[in-house]
Nanobody
Framework: QVQLVESGGGLVQAGGSLRLSCAAS????????MGWYHQAPGKQRELVAF???????NYADSVKGRFTISRDTAKNTVYLQMNSLKPEDTAVYYC??????????????WGQGTQVTVSS
């Protein structure tokens, strides 16, 4: 069974920075991709950023230029560096991992979430 554990959330003022961590229970190289999503109260969960097994990255338009996703394979950990935070970034942030093998039943895993609150 795969476990993903997020950490690093907290309360910051607008313009500040946080770095979120997602520690996986197995090699992150075994996943097709890993990503970060966020969900604000009353809203749908949205993709923030993801990184593929080959290192390619993608970002939501709302965070481009401010957030950076990265990984440390030796530590089985994916990071989300969040700079220039805005109150609109306030949400619960979730780590996910896609372990689906092509043509088979989807295998997607989620962490428990970590709260990020940005005050104005």
């Amino acid at each position: 069974q795969v476990q993903l554990v997020e950490s690093g959330g907290g309360l910051v003022q607008a313009g500040g920075s946080l770095r979120l961590s997602c520690a996986a229970s197995r090699s992150i190289s075994s996943f097709n991709a890993m990503g970060w999503y966020h969900q604000a109260p009353g809203k749908q969960r949205e993709l923030v950023a993801f990184i593929t097994s080959t290192g390619s990255t993608n970002y939501a338009d709302s965070v481009k230029g401010r957030f950076t996703i990265s990984r440390d394979t030796a530590k089985n950990t994916v990071y989300l560096q969040m700079n220039s935070l805005k109150p609109e970034d306030t949400a619960v942030y979730y780590c996910n991992a896609d372990g689906t093998v092509s043509g088979l039943i989807p295998r997607v895993y989620w962490g428990q979430g970590t709260q990020v609150t940005v005050s104005s």
